[in-house]
């Protein structure tokens, strides 16, 4: 509606611009920080310290325990490495195959162990 009235009033139509930006890497809902040089992955870092921070610092979207995580599964919507990809992969029938993949994964893997 604005976009329609602003004109008849003088002004210029406005715009509006959606950008994504890119998570934090320990949680979903967290600030980067430059204090924090674990909290994103800088275009100076190398192969190694990528590797290092996606390995250790990003969040998963395990549950909090192997009940839970048994009985709900991996909630993909919070997991920092899947949410990457959604960037930078531009295949989306790939995105959703390794989603699917993972979310497979991490259920055998919430498995208890019944061999032991």
């Not at 310290?49 to 909090?64: E, P, R, T």
Request: no cysteine.
């Amino acid at each position: 509606m604005t976009r329609d009235v602003a004109p008849r009033i003088g002004n210029h139509k406005p715009a509006l611009i959606e950008s994504s930006f890119f998570p934090v890497l320990q949680v979903e809902t967290g600030k980067m920080s430059a204090s924090d040089p674990n909290s994103a992955i800088y275009v100076t870092d190398s192969g190694k310290d990528i590797n290092n921070k996606i390995n250790k610092y990003a969040f998963s979207g395990g549950q909090d325990s192997i009940e839970n995580h048994g009985k709900y599964g991996a909630n993909l919507e919070v997991d920092i490495p899947i949410t990457y990809l959604g960037f930078f992969l531009e295949d989306d029938a790939e995105l959703e195959h390794i989603r699917k993949m993972v979310d497979a994964f991490m259920a055998i893997r919430s498995l208890p162990n019944k061999f032991n």
